[in-house]
C-alpha cells in the first residue's frame, strides 16, 4: 500500500524549533514540503532531489535544513528560528517513477503553530 505520512507539527513559540518528518512505504525519488495558511494559497517551502541537492523558498532560506534517509525513506525538515508566519498546515509531496510515468503523492499534512 501506497503510503506517505507527514508528522512531527505541534505548538512552539516564536524562535522555537520544530522537526517535522516525511514517512514513505515507497522508494521514492524526491520529496517537496509544501505549506498552506488560512487563505493563503499553498506554497512550497523545501524540496530534496534524489541526488540530495536542496532548495528552499526565501522565506525560509537559513533556518531550514532538509535531510533524507534512504533507508528508512524519509525525509525530514528541520526548522529553527520559527516565526509567527510559519503557521500553516505543511505537507509532503514524493514522486516516483511508475512505468516510466511520473507520479505524485501527497501526505495527509501536519499543523504547525508558531505563537508570538
Known amino acids: 500500500q501506497v503510503q506517505l505520512v507527514a508528522s512531527g507539527g505541534g505548538l512552539v513559540q516564536a524562535g522555537g524549533s520544530l522537526r517535522l518528518s516525511c514517512a514513505a512505504s515507497f522508494s521514492f525519488s524526491s520529496i517537496c514540503w509544501y505549506r498552506q495558511a488560512p487563505g493563503k494559497q499553498r506554497e512550497l517551502v523545501a524540496r530534496?532531489?534524489?541526488?540530495?541537492?536542496?532548495n528552499y523558498a526565501d522565506s525560509v532560506k537559513g533556518r531550514c535544513t532538509l535531510a533524507r534517509d534512504n533507508a528508512k525513506n524519509t525525509v525530514y525538515l528541520q526548522m529553527n528560528n520559527l516565526k509567527p508566519e510559519d503557521t500553516a498546515v505543511y505537507y509532503c509531496?514524493?514522486?516516483?517513477?511508475?512505468?516510466?510515468?511520473?507520479?505524485?503523492?501527497w501526505g495527509q499534512g501536519t499543523q504547525v503553530t508558531v505563537s508570538s
Open positions: 509531496a514524493a514522486d516516483r517513477l511508475v512505468g516510466g510515468v511520473p507520479n505524485i503523492y
Open positions: 530534496i532531489g534524489r541526488d540530495g541537492i536542496t
